[in-house]
Nanobody, 122 residues
Framework: VQLQASGGGLVQAGDSLRLSCAASGRTFGGVSMGWFRQAPGKEREFVATISYSGTNTLYADSVKGRFTISRDNAKNMVYLQMNSLKPEDTAVYYC????????????????WGQGTQVTVSS
């Protein structure tokens, strides 16, 4: 699976952003998708994941209620809608994929895209 993330940028606290990830290379509908992030000097952090059917989603506690992950299997796309952004959301965000929803929720994934920078100013 090849993954291409986009949509990052510089915003103010309280603003919204939507990250997009285009997938190609195999049956998109057969894999779970997710987002990780890594801030400077910090460890990589699981953000959200969605099952291949879109039925199941899981979020990190730090983003629950503010972020929404979704996917469009017809377009081979996955999205991360980020609302009420905080300065602590500043990080490089990575789109990931794996055959296992559980692996992604545990912070592991077989396929990674390049990161997109999200910067939230206070």
């Amino acid at each position: 699976v090849q993954l291409q993330a986009s949509g990052g940028g510089l915003v103010q606290a309280g603003d919204s952003l939507r990250l997009s990830c285009a997938a190609s290379g195999r049956t998109f509908g057969g894999v779970s998708m997710g987002w990780f992030r890594q801030a400077p000097g910090k460890e990589r952090e699981f953000v959200a994941t969605i099952s291949y059917s879109g039925t199941n989603t899981l979020y990190a506690d730090s983003v629950k209620g503010r972020f929404t992950i979704s996917r469009d299997n017809a377009k081979n796309m996955v999205y991360l809608q980020m609302n009420s952004l905080k300065p602590e959301d500043t990080a490089v965000y990575y789109c990931v994929a794996d055959i296992s929803f559980i692996r992604i929720s545990g912070g592991e994934a077989n396929w990674w895209g390049q990161g997109t920078q999200v910067t939230v100013s206070s």
